[in-house]
C-alpha cells in the first residue's frame, strides 16, 4: 500500500468496506486507497458493484461496515471538489442544448452554485463562469464542436464534453463510470490519452470504471478489480494475472497476453445479479461484450 507523500491525505480510501443493498452484500472487505493524482481503473463485470463504489465515495450510499474518506472528509463532505462522469448518460438525437451549454452545467446545475473565487458582481461572475468553460472546452480539445446541439455530436465528441463538465469545476477527483463505454477504439484510445493527460496537468486523482483494460494499460498506476464480492488492488501485471483473478473468482480464469501487451480475460463467470437483471436486452449485450472484450 502507497505512503502519501508529503502528509497529504489519500484522495480517496476505502478501509474493510461492506456495502448492502436491499440485504444483499455487494461486496465486502474492500480497501484500497487513491493517491493525489493517480490513475486508477475499476474493472469487474457487470454487477460487480463498480457504480456501487463510485456512489459510496460520494455519500449516496452508506457503508454496512469499515470506513470511507475523500479529500480528507466523510463521503459527501467534499462532493464540490469532484467530478462525476455518471454511467451512460443519453442524449437523444434531437437534444437542442449546446456542448457549451452542457459544460456550463457543470459550474452551476447543482446546489452549491458558482464556485467561491468568481467574484460578488453578477457580470463579474457570468465572465468567470464563461471564460473558466471556454478554457475547459479548449482543454479536452472540443472547440470545433462546442456550439453545436449535443444531440447531433458523436459518442467520442459528447464524451470530451461530458468529461469537460465534470472537469469544469476544477475538482481534485475525478469518477469517471464507464467514459469508454459506447466509443469505438479509436475514441476509446484518444479518450484514454485525454483523461491520462489531464490528470498529469492538473495533479488531478481519477478512478476510472471500465470495461475493458486494454485502451487504459499504458496510462493506469493501478487497477481495482471486482468480482465474487471482493476486489484486488494493485499494478495490472500483478493482478490481472491467471493466478490473482482465479483466487479473486474462486474458478479457474486465464489471462492471455497478445504479443503487442494486450490481455484478455478468458472464462470469468458473470456476477450473480446479471440473471435477475430488469434490462433483458441490455443484459445480453452486456455479457456478450463482457467475454469478447477482455478485462
Ligand atoms: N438501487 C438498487 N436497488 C437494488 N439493487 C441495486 C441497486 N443498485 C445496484 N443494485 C445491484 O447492485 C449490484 C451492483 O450494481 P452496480 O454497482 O451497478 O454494478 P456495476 O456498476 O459493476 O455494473 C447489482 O447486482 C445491482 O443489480
Ligand atoms: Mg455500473
Not at 63 to 83: C, D, K, W
Not at 202 to 212: K, M, N, Y
Not at 250 to 268: K, T
Amino acid at each position: 500500500m502507497a505512503i502519501a507523500i508529503g502528509g497529504n491525505e489519500a484522495s480517496a480510501e476505502l478501509r474493510d468496506a461492506e456495502v448492502r443493498i436491499g440485504g444483499r452484500t455487494i461486496w465486502s472487505e474492500v480497501s484500497m486507497r487513491i493517491e493525489q493524482g493517480e490513475f486508477v481503473g475499476l474493472l469487474g463485470e457487470n454487477g460487480s458493484g463498480k457504480s456501487t463504489l463510485l456512489k459510496v465515495l460520494l455519500g449516496a450510499l452508506p457503508l454496512r461496515h469499515g470506513t470511507a474518506s475523500v479529500l480528507g472528509r466523510a463521503p459527501g463532505g467534499a462532493n464540490s471538489a469532484i467530478g462525476f462522469l455518471p454511467q451512460r448518460p443519453v442524449f437523444g438525437a434531437g437534444l437542442r442544448l449546446r456542448g457549451r451549454d452542457l459544460v456550463r452545467l457543470g459550474l452551476d446545475g447543482d446546489r452549491w452554485g458558482l464556485p467561491l473565487g468568481f467574484g460578488r458582481n453578477a457580470a463579474t461572475r457570468r465572465a468567470a463562469a464563461r471564460a473558466r468553460v471556454a478554457d475547459t472546452i479548449e482543454l479536452v480539445g472540443a472547440g470545433a464542436y462546442a456550439e453545436r446541439p449535443i444531440g447531433e455530436l458523436s459518442g467520442g465528441e459528447q464524451q470530451r464534453l461530458l468529461i469537460a463538465q465534470a472537469l469544469v469545476r476544477r475538482p481534485r477527483l475525478l469518477l469517471l463510470d464507464e467514459p469508454l463505454d459506447s466509443l469505438d477504439l479509436p475514441n476509446q484510445a484518444s479518450v484514454s490519452a485525454l483523461v491520462d493527460r489531464i490528470r498529469r496537468e492538473a495533479g488531478i486523482a481519477v478512478l476510472l470504471v471500465a470495461h475493458d483494460v486494454n485502451p487504459l494499460l499504458s496510462y493506469l498506476d493501478r487497477v481495482a478489480y471486482l468480482a465474487a464480492g471482493h476486489a484486488v488492488v494493485g499494478p495490472v501485471r500483478e493482478v490481472i494475472t491467471s493466478e490473482t483473478l482465479t483466487a479473486l473468482y474462486g474458478v479457474p480464469v486465464e489471462v492471455l497476453r497478445a504479443s503487442d501487451g494486450r490481455l484478455a480475460v478468458i472464462g470469468q463467470p458473470e456476477a450473480p445479479a446479471h440473471h435477475h437483471d430488469r434490462h433483458g436486452h441490455d443484459h445480453d449485450h452486456d455479457h456478450e461484450a463482457a467475454h469478447i472484450h477482455a478485462s
